[in-house]
């Protein structure tokens, strides 16, 4: 139960996160205006290693490191 319910937090996030247009750089943030953040590292398996922030002001940031739809960082502002 624990596990669907990160996943759908997870998705609903992604989806905001690809889904709107950035206006700032992630240069412009500090580790002050940091509001959130997830993480998922490496298991013996195949599971998917990233990272997510959400800023002030709702810029966000994706790290896909490994067995993710997206590898790299992607920056975007969610409503």
């Not at 953040?37 to 994706?62: D, N, Q, R």
């Amino acid at each position: 139960m624990k596990r669907i319910v990160l996943y759908t937090m997870l998705l609903l996030t992604l989806n905001f996160l690809f889904s709107c247009k950035s206006a700032k750089t992630l240069e412009n943030f500090t580790d002050e205006d940091l509001r959130f953040s997830l993480s998922k590292g490496v298991c013996f398996g195949s599971c998917p290693v990233y990272e997510l922030k959400v800023y002030h002001g709702g810029y966000a940031t994706f790290l896909g490191i490994q067995n993710t739809d997206r590898i790299g960082l992607y920056e975007k502002t969610i409503s």
